[in-house]
């Protein structure tokens, strides 16, 4: 299991968010093969700051299989 959390300053023309979080864990399923999960959450910069004022969400699944 982990956890991340970043921060960005004066990067709104570049297209990142303000601040980042994200959790994410591995499984191990069956032999030779991991499930991963991610959950990630973005702060957009203020409008007045030139960015949507908006969050978003994500999630995403991943599954490998070593052979």
Do not use: C, H, W
Request: net charge negative; no cysteine.
């Amino acid at each position: 299991m982990g956890a991340g959390y970043a921060a960005s300053e004066e990067a709104v023309a570049m297209g990142l968010p303000e601040q980042r979080y994200t959790v994410g864990m591995s499984l191990g399923i069956v032999d030779n093969t991991t499930l991963y999960l991610a959950y990630r959450i973005d702060n957009d910069y203020e409008v007045s700051d030139g960015g949507t004022g908006e969050d978003a969400q994500a999630a995403s699944m991943k599954v490998a299989v070593k052979f």
